[in-house]
C-alpha cells in the first residue's frame, strides 16, 4: 500500500549517506526539522552541515547503506509516521543501532519527509 513512500524514504537515506544534499532538498519538506542528542536542527543547517562534512572528506564511506531492524508504518490520514530501529551498515567503523520516528506526508503526488527524529541505542 506505502510502496512508493518506501521507496522514497530509501531514496532520502542513500541520499544522506552519499552526501547527495540535492536530492535531499528535493525530498525534505522546506520546514524539515531534525531532533536528536544534538538538538534541533533546521533543514538548511543539516544539508549545509551534510555538504561540509562531504567536502572536508568527514562522511561515510561509499556503499554505506541504511538498514531497518525493525519498522512500523502508521497512517494518520494525509500524513505516515514511520518509526523503528535502524543502522547504517557498509560503512569503515562500526555504528550503533538507532531509534527513530519519522513523519511524511504526500504533497502534490510526491512523498516528502517533514521531520525525524532519532537516538542512539544505549544497550549496544
Not at 536528536?36 to 561540509?52: F, I, P, R, S, T
Amino acid at each position: 500500500m506505502h510502496t512508493r513512500l518506501l521507496e522514497t524514504r530509501q531514496q532520502w537515506y542513500a541520499a544522506y549517506l552519499d552526501g547527495n544534499v540535492g536530492l535531499m532538498d528535493q525530498i525534505e519538506c522546506d520546514d524539515f526539522i531534525v531532533v536528536n542528542d544534538h538538538g534541533l536542527q533546521e533543514k538548511m543547517d543539516q544539508l549545509g552541515y551534510v555538504a561540509d562534512a562531504v567536502g572536508a572528506n568527514r562522511w561515510y564511506a561509499r556503499g554505506s547503506r541504511a538498514e531497518d531492524i525493525t519498522l512500523k508504518l502508521v497512517p494518520l490520514g494525509d500524513v505516515v509516521s514511520i518509526h523503528g530501529m535502524g543502522q547504517v551498515v557498509g560503512d569503515v567503523k562500526q555504528r550503533a543501532p538507532l531509534f527513530y520516528s519519522e513523519l511524511w506526508r504526500k504533497i502534490d503526488g510526491h512523498w516528502r519527509v517533514l521531520s525525524l527524529h532519532y537516538t542512539r541505542s544505549a544497550a549496544w
